[in-house]
C-alpha cells in the first residue's frame, strides 16, 4: 500500500469515529486509575488495621523444678580453737612447739620464769606452817583449861576463851592452806600446755619475751597477748549465711557440697548441724553451721569455700518469666489471652524468684495463656495477635505455645514454632 491509498483510507474513516475512540481510551485511563487508587486506598486500610492490633507471643504457666541450686559463700573454721595465754608474769624460758607443729592434750608447749610466783608460793608454805603450829598449841591449851573447867583454878569464861582461841586458829590453818594451793596452780601455769590435741596455729612469743599475767580477763585489761593458738581441725565447721527465702531446707537430712580455691578440681562433702533460728535484721540471712570431715588435715581453719546446696522444690507451683510481669497500682499483674484473642489483666501473688523465672503462688491456672513480654501500655480487653516467637530473642526457658495457640496460628507461624521447639531440644 503506497502513500496515496494511506490518505485515501483515512479520508473514508469519520472525523467522529475517531473522536469517540480518543474518549474512550481516555474513559479508559480515568476509570483504570480511579480503581487503582481505591485498591491503594484499601490496602493501606488494611494494612493499618492489621497493624493496630498488636502481635504478642503466648505461652502457659510451667510447673516449678524439682529442685533448685543456690551457692553461698561460706568459711572453714576449726572444730574447736583455743588461744592460750600465760596465767603468770614473767619471762619466757623456752618454747618447744612452732607453727603447724602436731600436739596432744597436756603436751608442753612454753615455759615461763616467774620468780615473783615463786616467791610468794614459798611465803605462802612459810605461813601455812606457822598457822599449823599455832594451832597446835592452841588445842593444848584449850584442852588444858578444859580439864580445869570443874575446878575453881579457872572460870568457865577462860576456858570458852580458849577453845574459841583453838577454833580461829584452825580456821587460820585452812586459810593458809588455801593460799599455799593457789600459789601452786600458779606455779604449774608456768609450764604453757596444749589444751586438746590439735595443731599449733600460731606462735606469738619467743625466748626472753616478757610476757603478762592475762588474769581471765583479757578483753578488758587489754594488756595480755596470745603466746600460742591451737586449733584441732580432725572435723571442720562450716558456716554460711543463708537468705531467708532458703531457710525452710535448713532441716536433718540436708547436705551440701563445698569446693576451694586452692582445689579446683575436687568436691567435699558437708553435713547440716545447726542453724542460728534467727534472721540477722540487716541481711536477712540466718547463720547455718554444718559439719565436714577432715582426716588427712588437708583443710585448713579461715578457709573461704563456695558452699552449693541442692533444695527440693514443690512441683505444683507454677512459674513463669519475669518479663510477663505488669507492676500497676492494683498490684502485680499478668496479661492473660481468652479464647476470642482479646486481653484480661489478672491479679496474682508472688512466691519466690527463682532468677528467670518467678514462682505464682496463686492467681493463675495451668491452662492459661499469658503474654510473654506485654507493653507497660496493654489494657483490659484490648484485642491482640498472637505470633510465633523469634529464636533467639525469647529467653531460654522450657515454656511454650500451648495447642490452642498454634491452632489460631498460619501454617508458616506454625513452622517457626516447630523450628524454634525443635532448636531447643538440640
Do not use: C
Amino acid at each position: 500500500m503506497n502513500a496515496n491509498q494511506d490518505v485515501s483510507l483515512a479520508r473514508r474513516i469519520p472525523s467522529w469515529l475517531l473522536a469517540v475512540v480518543a474518549a474512550l481510551l481516555a474513559a479508559g485511563l480515568v476509570i483504570f486509575g480511579i480503581a487503582r487508587r481505591a485498591n491503594n486506598v484499601a490496602d493501606l486500610h488494611n494494612v493499618a488495621a492489621e497493624e493496630s492490633i498488636p502481635q504478642v507471643q503466648v505461652i502457659s504457666p510451667a510447673p516449678g523444678p524439682a529442685t533448685r541450686s543456690i551457692t553461698l559463700p561460706g568459711t572453714i573454721k576449726a572444730w574447736s580453737y583455743a588461744p592460750i595465754y600465760a596465767q603468770v608474769s614473767g619471762y619466757v624460758v623456752k618454747w618447744l612447739k612452732d607453727y603447724g607443729a602436731p600436739v596432744k592434750a597436756g603436751e608442753l608447749l612454753a615455759t615461763v620464769d616467774a620468780p615473783a610466783v615463786d616467791e610468794q608460793y614459798e611465803s605462802a608454805l612459810a605461813d601455812l606452817e606457822v598457822a599449823e603450829t599455832n594451832y597446835q598449841l592452841a588445842t593444848v591449851t584449850a584442852a588444858r583449861w578444859t580439864a580445869l573447867a570443874d575446878t575453881q583454878a579457872v572460870s568457865q569464861q577462860e576456858v570458852d576463851v580458849k577453845v574459841a582461841d583453838a577454833a580461829a586458829q584452825k580456821a587460820q590453818v585452812h586459810a593458809a592452806q588455801h593460799k599455799v594451793a593457789r600459789f601452786k596452780v600458779l606455779e604449774g601455769f608456768k609450764n604453757i600446755i596444749a589444751p586438746f590435741d590439735g595443731v599449733v596455729t600460731s606462735r606469738n612469743t619467743d625466748v626472753g619475751n616478757y610476757v603478762n599475767a592475762a588474769g581471765g580477763d583479757v578483753g578488758t585489761r587489754g594488756s595480755a597477748d596470745e603466746l600460742f593458738s591451737v586449733a584441732d581441725i580432725h572435723e571442720m565447721r562450716v558456716f554460711v549465711s543463708v537468705p531467708q527465702d532458703y531457710s525452710g531446707m535448713l532441716e536433718p537430712g540436708l547436705t551440701a557440697t563445698l569446693t576451694l580455691p586452692q582445689y579446683p578440681n575436687r568436691e567435699f562433702k558437708a553435713s547440716f548441724d545447726t542453724t542460728a533460728n534467727a534472721f540477722n535484721p540487716q541481711t536477712r540471712t540466718v547463720v547455718t553451721e554444718l559439719l565436714m570431715p577432715n582426716p588427712d588435715h588437708l583443710i585448713w581453719p579461715g578457709t573461704y569455700a563456695d558452699v552449693h546446696f541442692v533444695a527440693p522444690m514443690d512441683r505444683n507451683v507454677l512459674v513463669v518469666p519475669e518479663q510477663a510481669l505488669l507492676f500497676r497500682a492494683e498490684g502485680m499483674q499478668v496479661a492473660l489471652v481468652g479464647s476470642n484473642d482479646t486481653v484480661h489483666l489478672q491479679n496474682v501473688k508472688l512466691g519466690r524468684n527463682l532468677g528467670q523465672t518467678v514462682e505464682i503462688v496463686s492467681g493463675l491456672k495451668r491452662s492459661d495463656r499469658l503474654i510473654l513480654s506485654p507493653s507497660a501500655g496493654i489494657l483490659e480487653g484490648e484485642q491482640v495477635r498472637i505470633t510465633a516467637g523469634v529464636p533467639g530473642i525469647a529467653p531460654e526457658t522450657k515454656f511454650r505455645p500451648t495447642v490452642a495457640d498454634t491452632a489460631s496460628m498460619t501454617d508458616m507461624q506454625r513452622a517457626k514454632v516447630q523450628a524454634a521447639t525443635d532448636n531447643g531440644d538440640q
